[in-house]
């Protein structure tokens, strides 16, 4: 079992190495987040090539910003902080963004789905239900994988994502409500026996 005080002290050590400029430690810091910040990047609906380029700038904002790191959160809540940002800050300048709350109806089909039907026959449903979340909308979709994959608070969200925690809870339980509404639909358990 790993002392959470040990735990703490190599992360300062390590919180050190990289305010200091340390090249082996930083890279190791992307290597331990680059998954996250891509994650981001691709929830916010970012091509490919587009992720790669903003999670770039995720972390030469980082790297600029270990400084003012304070440790009040956690350190991937603080990434997931300015990797969302840099990609809503991307958007803007190079699309248009879109009303993201409208987007529900456009992006979620009624009925049933063969294709996720047949995932959740072939004893894929955890995959169904993260190919649901994808279609939520962004929004939606980002609270809902900070929330139960990246086991974020609520009110690490609302930093996140620069808005309240009212609004997290309200994103929360739309997300879950659609989602029971779909996948109930997509697995045909509809109730009509």
Same mark, same amino acid.
């Given at each position: 079992?790993?002392? &959470?005080?040990?735990? +703490?002290?190599?992360?300062?050590?390590?919180?050190?190495?990289?305010?200091?400029?340390?090249?082996?430690?930083?890279?190791?810091?992307?290597?331990? =987040?680059?998954?996250?910040?891509?994650?981001?990047?691709?929830?916010?609906?970012?091509?490919?090539?587009?992720?790669?380029?903003? &999670?770039?700038?995720?972390?030469?904002?980082?790297? *600029?910003?270990?400084?003012? =790191? +304070?440790?009040? !959160?956690?350190? +991937?809540?603080?990434?997931? +902080?300015?990797?969302?940002?840099?990609?809503? !800050? =991307?958007?803007? $300048?190079?699309?248009?963004?879109?009303?993201?709350?409208?987007?529900?109806?456009?992006?979620?089909?009624?009925?049933?789905?063969?294709?996720?039907?047949?995932?959740?026959?072939?004893? /894929?449903? /955890?995959?169904?239900?993260?190919?649901?979340?994808?279609?939520?909308?962004?929004?939606?979709?980002?609270?809902?994988?900070?929330? =139960?994959?990246?086991?974020? !608070?609520? &009110?690490?969200?609302?930093?996140?994502?620069?808005?309240? *925690?009212?609004?997290?809870?309200?994103?929360?339980?739309?997300?879950?409500?659609?989602?029971? /509404?779909?996948?109930?639909? &997509?697995?045909? $358990?509809?109730?009509?026996?």
């Amino acid at each position: 079992m790993v002392d &959470a005080a040990w735990k +703490s002290r190599q992360q300062g050590k390590w919180l050190r190495l990289l305010r200091r400029g340390d090249h082996q430690a930083f890279a190791e810091f992307i290597d331990k =987040y680059k998954q996250t910040v891509f994650l981001c990047c691709r929830r916010l609906g970012l091509r490919e090539e587009e992720v790669e380029d903003v &999670a770039a700038e995720t972390f030469m904002a980082a790297y *600029e910003g270990l400084g003012r =790191y +304070s440790g009040r !959160s956690e350190l +991937s809540t603080w990434l997931w +902080s300015i990797a969302y940002r840099q990609g809503i !800050s =991307y958007l803007r $300048k190079n699309r248009r963004l879109t009303r993201l709350d409208d987007e529900i109806e456009q992006q979620i089909p009624d009925g049933r789905a063969s294709e996720p039907l047949a995932a959740a026959l072939d004893g /894929e449903t /955890e995959q169904l239900v993260w190919k649901a979340v994808e279609r939520l909308p962004r929004l939606w979709a980002m609270a809902v994988i900070l929330y =139960y994959r990246e086991e974020k !608070s609520v &009110a690490d969200i609302a930093k996140i994502m620069q808005t309240n *925690e009212n609004t997290v809870k309200t994103w929360l339980h739309r997300a879950r409500e659609k989602l029971r /509404e779909v996948l109930t639909g &997509a697995l045909g $358990k509809e109730g009509d026996a």
